[in-house]
């Protein structure tokens, strides 16, 4: 089952803060994030597993809260070159397979 | 490098024939997927396989075939029976676990009707 993530689209100016989040309605044993650039492959940002634990690259981090069955991906004074679509995935236990979500459109606007 | 190389980038088809996208690895990773994106979309799961000699269809395996005789290897048929081919094609790789592992994509393959 997909997962669903908020907010579908975010228009951001250089230097702002956006969140985006990914929940399921099923258990997760993990959750990783991706950003697409337009016409090019996704690009593995980080996972996330169980356990609540927070990681960090370069100014994005995430959290996972795996009772509420949700993350959430901060972006900190976004940059020019955080533009693109951000897609979350889960996986729900051991040989599962993965699932992507819809994705999330980011623009950072000069 | 260990990476995915697919090919070809761009590809275009003609009305009733098959054309099938290479997609090889050398991750040596067990899991291999393929999927579709149509422009400003997500990524739609066609079919993926976590073993050799076996695989198992996505949400939109309709109009596709795939085979997985090699661990290296995981090609992609387009057939006839798909009419609306156009798209982006992307494959990926992942090591088998407990969800630790991400996926790894190949750069994709351009797909278009003639």
């Known amino acids: 089952q997909q997962p669903v993530q908020s907010p579908q689209a975010v228009i951001l100016r250089e230097g702002e803060d956006a969140v985006i989040n990914c929940s399921s309605s099923?258990?997760?044993?993990?959750v990783h994030w991706y950003r697409q650039k337009h016409g090019e492959a996704p690009v593995f940002l980080m996972i996330?597993?169980?356990?609540?634990e927070q990681k960090g690259h370069e100014k994005i981090s995430a959290s996972f809260n795996e009772k509420k069955q949700q993350s959430s991906l901060y972006l900190t004074a976004s940059q020019l070159s955080y533009s693109g679509t951000y897609f979350c995935?889960?996986?729900?236990?051991?040989?599962?397979?993965?699932?992507f979500g819809p994705g999330t459109r980011l623009s950072v606007l000069p | 490098d260990g990476g995915i190389t697919q090919s070809p980038k761009y590809l275009f088809r003609k009305e009733g024939q098959n054309v099938t996208l290479s997609c090889e690895q050398n991750?040596?990773?067990?899991?291999m997927y393929w999927y579709r994106q149509d422009p400003g979309q997500g990524l739609r799961l066609i079919y993926y396989?976590?073993?050799?000699?076996?695989?198992q269809k996505g949400d939109i395996a309709e109009g596709y075939s795939v085979s997985r005789e090699k661990k290296e290897s995981f090609p992609l048929t387009v057939t006839s029976a798909q009419k609306n081919p156009t798209a982006f094609y992307l494959c990926?790789?992942?090591?088998?676990?407990?969800?630790?592992?991400?996926?790894?994509f190949g750069d994709g393959t351009r797909l278009s009707i003639l």
């Open positions: 990926a790789s992942r090591q088998q676990g407990f969800g630790n592992q991400p996926q790894h």
């Open positions: 991750l040596n990773h067990d899991a």
């Open positions: 099923k258990a997760l044993y993990s």
């Open positions: 996330l597993l169980k356990g609540g």
């Open positions: 995935g889960t996986v729900k236990g051991y040989g599962q397979n993965f699932v």
């Open positions: 396989s976590q073993i050799v000699n076996d695989f």
